[in-house]
């Protein structure tokens, strides 16, 4: 039986016969038409009027939090149930992160202990300069909530919507209702350009500044001339034709994992003490990666044991996000807890959930649970 990977990239044909052209026409820096081709794209799907393509979703993040001028003493909110990438650049930016709780509603921050974090942050001699949320698993924060206690503190909110691409949030696109939101196609994204990311905006200032950091930040001449230090952070045209290939399938494939999700809770979500990740009212949930949760005092099986059980089957799985305040590189960090993230860390387990699984395959991890839970 052959491997069942966790979220493994959905590639075709076209995609192959876009990157030889693009190969063969030349185009494989990040000169040329092919880069700001895939720019454009992207947002117009997304629906937001500007976008540049970056390295990575991280860099995107990064441009954004650097623009803002951070110095020591500012602070910047995030998660603390999220991948780290969505919080190393508020450190290289030059801030430190204050992390906040989840919303058992929908696994992101909660905005209800937000004024509270403003609290904290004056407590610990800091000062709150933005608001970094993320999109977990593919789905969209309360960014109406957020955006409104933001807003009362004067501050701005940067939306860390990576694992969000083709996720909806009161009919629109992730990503809006932030000043920026940056995006990524990792290789285990839904659509992927094999590494890259995108900073998206309705601001077009902002973007077009963050377009020149990104590019060492060079200003026109014949010669190299620099009036700031800037980033080698631009996208390739390889990558790039890659995204132009892949984000028409964007909708099958959100699709596709929405039915993968669903086959998982068909045949396991009856179980007693067996749960899976929400999806808020009016939001659409990518399930990018199918989670499901365990009450170890109800199962008496750990997120750990069903992994192993799941690998020796020759099938991949993960736990939920480590939560940052328990990470080792951010002991120091202050933190606003309500127990949810410790709880879901303590539980959930990522369940195999690329767009390219049969239903055979799905019944073939399914099994293993099962026979794991019923030992």
């Not at 949320?133 to 940067?158: E, F, M, N, R, T």
Request: charged content about 20%.
């Amino acid at each position: 039986m052959r491997r069942i990977p966790l979220s493994a990239p959905d590639l075709g044909p076209d995609d192959r016969a876009r990157l030889i052209q693009t190969f063969d026409d030349g185009w494989v820096s990040s000169a040329g038409p092919v880069v700001e081709a895939f720019e454009q794209a992207f947002a117009d799907h997304v629906g937001l009027a500007h976008a540049t393509a970056t390295s990575s979703g991280t860099a995107a993040l990064h441009l954004a939090l650097h623009m803002l001028d951070l110095k020591p003493g500012d602070a910047v909110i995030a998660p603390t149930l999220t991948f780290i990438g969505g919080v190393a650049p508020i450190v290289h930016a030059g801030a430190r992160p204050l992390f906040v709780d989840s919303s058992p509603d929908d696994w992101n921050l909660d905005p209800a202990l937000l004024d509270a974090a403003f609290a904290k942050a004056r407590t610990e001699g800091l000062t709150v300069r933005a608001i970094v949320p993320a999109d977990l698993y593919g789905q969209g924060c309360d960014i109406g909530a957020i955006g409104a206690v933001a807003a009362s503190h004067g501050v701005p909110v940067i939306l860390d919507s990576a694992e969000a691409v083709g996720a909806m949030v009161g009919g629109r696109h992730a990503g809006h209702g932030a000043s920026a939101a940056g995006f990524s196609f990792n290789g285990n994204k839904i659509i992927t350009t094999g590494g890259g990311g995108m900073l998206a905006s309705d601001d077009g200032a902002l973007i077009a500044r963050a377009r020149s950091l990104a590019a060492a930040a060079r200003i026109p001449a014949v010669h190299y001339e620099h009036a700031e230090v800037g980033f080698n952070y631009r996208m390739l045209s390889l990558s790039a034709a890659l995204g132009l290939s892949q984000l028409p399938t964007l909708e099958a494939k959100v699709n596709r994992r929405r039915a993968i999700f669903d086959h998982y809770r068909g045949r396991l979500g009856g179980r007693y003490g067996v749960d899976f990740a929400p999806e808020a009212p009016g939001r659409r949930h990518t399930r990018w990666l199918s989670v499901m949760v365990m009450d170890r005092e109800i199962t008496g099986v750990s997120p750990e044991r069903l992994r192993l059980a799941l690998a020796a089957a020759d099938i991949e799985a993960r736990p939920v996000w480590k939560p940052m305040h328990l990470q080792p590189a951010f002991r120091d960090a202050p933190v606003l807890q309500n127990g949810v993230a410790e709880t879901l860390f303590a539980g959930g387990l990522c369940l195999p959930s690329g767009s390219s699984l049969t239903g055979a395959d799905i019944d073939r991890v399914c099994d293993v649970i099962e026979a794991t839970l019923d030992a």
